[in-house]
């Protein structure tokens, strides 16, 4: 590395850094630094890839990112925005590497009350990189999964396991925070792809959330909120100047009309004002009602069809899920081109400079660009779940499995295999009692008109796989046992 790029920036390559991340992650855009301060409070630095570094603006590089403007992650592969070069290699912030970075830092106090922030240019060297799993075994005690690889730093009182439980303490102090101002804590399940040695698709699982998943979400939410804060504040008295932002409107009357009437006929009463609005705070406490219940999944889906979508635009007003003020995309320049835009506007701020006109103007059609491409991507992904998921069970056709009612229609009933999240429909006219079924909408249940049967959300039952079929990406179950 030269030694002027090291003069230009702050050095934490003596300060302890960790990044913690998916096991088949390839690319590594974020990593924390911990120390205690004097005074006994938190030194926390959130460090990110300094990509504009690399990808200057008008660049081969810059261009195809422009084109694309973030990364796709099927369930088999990745669609990079950047050349693997750059994303897995020169970019990525990988162990034992002299790295450049664009960096917060905060200084807390034990209640993780924000004392201090800071922002710079830094270089960092990676200490340690883990897997949320090694994370989670540290910080549970686990020290056999990783003393292999880590040795002395997982003994009681190592800077690994001090870093961690201090970072997971006060991330739980941030996250409460935050619910308490009305972050919505929607919990969606997530399909996990297990592959074998040749990267094919040989299984796949629920995700499970960790406690160390959430405290690395906690953190960058910390820093990309931190990020839109400052910014917001510098172009605040300047017509010319601003942020690109992650907004997301608040729900529409109409939609939360519609979703009030869907809830009163399960019995769920939600406050509306008299101009139409919902608090957050009122649908957090609607999800915290639902909470491992039958009508858990269904009211998640119903809330988030509710919602208006989130985007990008130069035009701040707030983060309505998140209940900020201020929020922006920051943390993974690796994977999206907003971020790589947000990182140099707060470059030129931090000179005391107007970011250039033509570019912002350029900007905010990027801005536009990124949120339709990010639509598509999530297309995609979904897709590639499903297509998958149906390729996965296509060899299993008369194998019997355990499965949940998770959707009920007139038409039939939508039962999830529990192990790998794989949905399929059992037709009206396939249920086990044959009778004739009305569709209850008011207790979403399926009911027979003369033997009474009842099919209702949450339901487990023992299923049997009739058909995966690859042309349409469909499954269908038999209903053994109720």
Request: with cysteine; glycine share 4%.
């Amino acid at each position: 590395m030269k030694k002027q790029k090291i003069l230009e920036r702050k050095d934490f390559r003596k300060v302890y850094t960790i990044t913690i991340d998916p096991k088949n992650a390839k690319d590594f855009d974020d990593a924390i630094s911990f120390k205690r301060t004097k005074k006994g409070n938190y030194e926390i630095g959130i460090h990110i890839a300094d990509v504009s570094h690399y990808v200057r603006p008008g660049s081969h590089e810059d261009m195809m990112a422009r084109e694309k403007t973030t990364s796709v992650y099927l369930a088999d592969k990745v669609i990079h925005m950047l050349p693997e070069s750059l994303s897995e290699n020169l970019c990525s912030l990988k162990e034992k590497e002299d790295k450049l970075t664009f960096s917060v830092i905060f200084e807390l106090d034990e209640n993780a009350n924000i004392l201090k922030r800071e922002i710079f240019k830094t270089m960092i060297n990676v200490d340690a990189s883990l897997t949320y799993e090694q994370a989670q075994n540290i910080i549970d005690g686990n020290n056999k999964v990783v003393k292999n690889r880590y040795g002395k730093l997982v003994r009681d009182g190592s800077k690994l396991q001090d870093a961690l439980n201090s970072l997971l303490k006060i991330s739980k102090k941030l996250n409460k925070k935050r619910r308490r101002n009305g972050s919505i804590n929607f919990k969606n399940k997530e399909i996990e792809f297990i592959f074998d040695s040749n990267k094919n698709i040989k299984d796949a699982k629920i995700k499970q959330t960790l406690p160390a998943m959430d405290m690395i979400e906690d953190l960058m939410l910390l820093a990309n909120k931190e990020i839109a804060t400052f910014i917001s504040q510098k172009c605040a008295k300047n017509k010319n100047c601003h942020g690109i932002y992650r907004i997301h409107d608040k729900p529409g009357i109409k939609a939360m009309t519609e979703l009030n009437l869907f809830l009163k006929t399960i019995g769920i009463q939600m406050r509306i004002n008299k101009q139409g609005f919902v608090h957050p705070k009122e649908i957090n406490k609607i999800l915290r009602e639902v909470e491992n219940t039958p009508y858990e999944k269904t009211v998640n889906t119903a809330i988030l069809r509710a919602m208006s979508k989130a985007e990008y635009s130069h035009k701040n007003i707030g983060h309505f899920s998140l209940a900020f003020d201020n929020y922006t995309h920051f943390t993974s320049p690796i994977r999206r081109y907003p971020d790589i835009m947000v990182h140099r506007i707060v470059e030129c701020l931090l000179l005391g400079k107007i970011p250039d006109k033509h570019e912002l103007k350029e900007y905010r059609k990027l801005a536009k660009k990124s949120t339709e491409k990010e639509i598509e991507a999530m297309q995609m992904e979904r897709e590639s779940v499903k297509q998958a998921l149906v390729k996965l069970f296509e060899n299993k056709i008369g194998q019997v499995f355990t499965g949940e009612i998770t959707g009920i229609t007139d038409f039939g009933v939508f039962i999830t295999e529990t192990k790998t999240g794989a949905e399929g429909l059992t037709h009206i006219t396939q249920l086990p009692v044959k009778d004739y079924y009305d569709f209850n909408p008011r207790s979403l249940q399926l009911i027979g008109r003369n033997t009474n049967t009842r099919f209702t959300l949450g339901q487990k039952l023992k299923i049997r796989l009739e058909k995966a079929d690859t042309t349409t990406d469909k499954i269908s179950w038999k209903i053994l046992d109720m």
